[in-house]
Nanobody, 125 residues
Framework: QVQLVESGGGLVQAGGSLRLSCAAS????????MGWFRQVPGKEREFVAS????????YYADSVQGRFTISRENAKNTWYLQMNSLNPDDTAVYYC??????????????????WGQGTQVTVAS
């Protein structure tokens, strides 16, 4: 069984940066699909970014493209979300997610098998 634990959330001023981490216990294959989603109260959980494959192919939501970077360290079973130029609209609970293999609907939360507990990110204006 795979368990995911996020860390790195917190309070930051607009324009600031945070880096989220997601550590997986249990084996995550090197070509697994790893993702980040976020959710605000009253709204559906939305796709933020994903990474997969031995060369680390990445995808981003339009709203974070150019500001956020997803990366991973397979040796540590860990992946990251570097968030720069944060604005109040980025305030949400951020969740990491994983699938043992690639899925073309990488943006669809129903495709992922494993989820972390979430970490709060608050961006003050």
């Amino acid at each position: 069984q795979v368990q995911l634990v996020e860390s790195g959330g917190g309070l930051v001023q607009a324009g600031g940066s945070l880096r989220l981490s997601c550590a997986a216990s249990g084996r995550i294959f090197s070509n697994a699909l790893m993702g980040w989603f976020r959710q605000v109260p009253g709204k559906e959980r939305e796709f933020v970014a994903s990474i997969y494959g031995s060369v680390g192919v990445t995808y981003y939501a339009d709203s974070v493209q150019g500001r956020f970077t997803i990366s991973r360290e397979n040796a540590k079973n860990t992946w990251y979300l570097q968030m720069n130029s944060l604005n109040p609209d980025d305030t949400a609970v951020y969740y990491c997610a994983a699938k043992p293999y690639y899925r073309s609907r990488y943006f669809d939360r129903s495709e992922y098998d494993y989820w972390g507990q979430g970490t709060q990110v608050t961006v003050a204006s």
